[in-house]
């Protein structure tokens, strides 16, 4: 009995000094592939996540571009800017803007139009980088914007032959839609009304938002 008792004495110390080692885990070249790719992936939707709340989409504003302030000097260093004269034409009428080009790694991101003393006017989003809260921008469908949306209108305007995608979520903000896409009947864009209210079956499935104007809004 002794002899028994000591046998298990010792194969019990055996087992609890056995758990008590650290397992070594081996990992494969491939494993370690599959987490460097997952890190990398993860480092880039942070590094786009933190760039577009600097250009998020709301009132009067993309980002650090202000509806009515000066700009020239709160450009950040890593975005280039070209500034130019252009001609616009509206219901026949010719008429000349200063606009403010900011591009992001060589892509036009945003076309700022400037009044006589350099503010801010307009901001036209130009790129799909810049996003509402409910990530919404250029590229962003018609269709998801509607379930982001379920408030949306969707009109016509002969004034600047633009159609026009709106929330009342973001007042002085209208995300438009490319005439290409259109579908419906053109008969009715001809009617004297400067805003014609349409319907999301009046165009392609996969309409797409072209372009994104901020203006003023109280």
């Known amino acids: 009995m002794n002899k028994l008792f000591a046998l298990l004495l010792i194969f019990c110390m055996l087992v609890s000094c056995n758990s008590g080692k650290t397992k070594k885990t081996t990992v494969s070249d491939d494993d370690l592939a599959l987490i460097d790719a997952e890190l990398i992936d993860?480092?880039?939707?942070m590094d786009r996540m933190?760039?577009?709340a600097?250009?998020?989409?709301s009132k009067n504003r993309v980002g650090f571009v202000v509806i009515g302030d000066s700009l020239i000097h709160k450009i950040p260093s890593n975005i280039s800017y070209e500034l130019k004269t252009i001609t616009r034409s509206e219901e026949g009428v010719d008429y000349e803007i200063k606009t403010l080009t900011l591009n992001n790694n060589g892509t036009a991101m945003m076309r700022i139009e400037l009044s006589e003393d350099d503010k801010v006017n307009?901001?036209?989003v130009l790129?799909?980088?810049?996003v509402t809260k409910e990530d919404m921008g250029v590229g962003s469908s018609l269709q998801d914007f509607i379930v982001a949306y379920p408030d949306y209108k969707l009109w016509y305007?002969?004034?600047s032959d633009r159609f026009v995608l709106e929330t009342n979520k973001l007042q002085g903000v209208q995300f438009l839609i490319d005439k290409k896409d259109y579908t419906g009947d053109k008969n009715k864009l001809k009617t004297a009304?400067?805003?014609i209210m349409l319907k999301s079956n009046d165009?392609?499935?996969d309409a797409v938002i072209s372009s994104i104007r901020v203006f003023f809004s109280e």
Do not use: C, G, R
């Not at 600097?54 to 989409?57: G, K, L, N, Q």
């Open 157 to 159: 305007t002969y004034v």
């Open 203 to 205: 165009f392609k499935s």
């Open 193 to 195: 009304s400067d805003m």
């Open 122 to 124: 307009e901001i036209s």
């Open 127 to 130: 790129s799909a980088l810049p």
């Open 54 to 57: 600097d250009f998020e989409i």
């Open 50 to 52: 933190l760039v577009a």
């Open 42 to 45: 993860n480092t880039l939707n």
